[in-house]
């Protein structure tokens, strides 16, 4: 068994690169008491992940220096010493970017293999998942008939954003960043509008399809998409800030319009959260969230890269938008 890390060596200004990571190999460390030893099968990039490369006070302490990432993880249990755990057990923790951990079992969810495909616990129903439910389902609170705005339409999130706002009977308009993406919006997913903010004048394109304005706006990018979609916000509309992915790699501060004055003089609501303030409703949220996947009410795409040494590239590749659905790296079969 050959073990790597990926480890951060330098804090990136700007768009990461090769430069700010380092692969070491390390040795897989036998498990104690209460411990297991596990083979990583799927690792998630989260655009998230960015925010803690910075040195800066945040919801999650920035990743040290020279030591692993880490982030959400489907594992196998290949060893344990643990009574809640046995050998083949498939799991999901946070854990090191790492092709083989050793791991206390009270830091690991036993997965049901049968209930559903063990990715998507790193997608429609884990975290990206809950982000939407509960963003749009709790801040967003759509009503038959209203227009929900999403940005960042066709990732892991505004998938989930689009298809739980159409089951509760709104108009969606998806905000992506290329016509394989708008088609899929569009065609597989049922949007009813879809914008290409690289080929297509946004306020313009906003305009045509939110004739009657914008109830409901579910940002996940920030930047010049969302002070257009601000722009045509009605009395008492609703805003879930979710991400602001656009920022994520300035170099420096960025200063756009202040668009208080149309939140003002429309009521309207603008609220920030993070997944995490509805964990005691997680439960909850996953069972419906896999209810409706079965019924299929709800569907979702993967971009899967294979090999532990594409990490890098499957993360990087959120900032350029190489991902339809949840991006995750395969790092091996279970067994
Ligand atoms: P995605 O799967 O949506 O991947 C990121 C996507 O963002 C890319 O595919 C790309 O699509 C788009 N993008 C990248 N750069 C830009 C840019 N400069 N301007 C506009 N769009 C861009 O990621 P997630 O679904 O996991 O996350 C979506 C957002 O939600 C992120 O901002 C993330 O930080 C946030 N988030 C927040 C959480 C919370 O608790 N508040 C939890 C989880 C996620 P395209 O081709 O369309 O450009």
């Known amino acids: 068994m050959h073990n790597e890390q990926i480890v951060l060596s330098a804090r990136p200004n700007g768009m990461p ?42 919801y999650v302490p920035p990743f040290a220096l020279n030591e692993p990432l880490s982030g959400g993880i489907v594992a196998q249990v290949i060893s344990s010493r643990s009574t809640e755990l046995t050998e083949g057990d498939i799991v999901i923790g ?29 997608g429609i129903l884990g975290m990206p998942g809950l982000t939407a439910y509960f963003g749009l389902l709790d801040i967003g609170d759509p ?33 992506a ?60 509309a609703r805003i879930a800030l979710c991400g602001q992915i656009s920022l994520y790699n300035l170099e420096k501060q960025d200063h756009g319009p202040r668009m208080q004055g149309q939140l003002l003089i429309n009521s309207a609501l603008m609220k920030g959260f993070i997944v995490s303030d509805y964990a005691q409703h997680f ?21 899967i890269v294979e090999g532990f040494d594409q990490t890098l590239r499957a993360f990087t590749g959120l900032f350029t938008g190489d991902n339809i659905g949840k991006q995750l790296v395969k790092v091996a079969d279970p067994d």
């Open 177 to 236: 960043g290329s016509d394989d993406k708008l088609h899929y919006l569009k065609n597989e997913l049922q949007f009813d509008e879809v914008i290409n903010y690289k080929t297509e004048n946004v306020r313009d394109s906003l305009s045509n399809t939110c004739p009657d304005g914008v109830d409901v706006y579910f940002d996940n990018v920030g930047g010049d998409i969302s002070d257009a979609v601000l722009s045509l916000i009605n009395k008492g």
């Open 94 to 122: 946070n854990l090191p970017w790492q092709k083989f951990i050793t791991a206390p079992d009270a830091s690991l969810r036993k997965l049901d293999p049968d209930l559903a495909p063990i990715s998507a616990s790193l």
């Open 283 to 303: 439960e909850q949220g996953a069972m419906e969230l896999a209810k409706w996947l079965k019924e299929g009410k709800l569907t979702y795409k993967e971009t």
């Open 17 to 58: 690169n090769s430069e700010h990571f380092r692969t070491e190999s390390i040795p897989v460390k036998d498990p104690e008491n209460g411990e297991v030893l596990l083979k990583t099968l799927y690792i998630s990039v989260d655009p998230y992940m960015r925010g803690r490369m910075n040195d800066r006070k945040s």
């Open 143 to 175: 009503k038959p008939g209203e227009t929900v705005v999403v940005s960042g339409a066709a990732g892991a999130v505004g998938t989930v954003v689009g298809q739980l706002a159409r089951i509760k009977g709104a108009r969606v308009v998806g905000i």
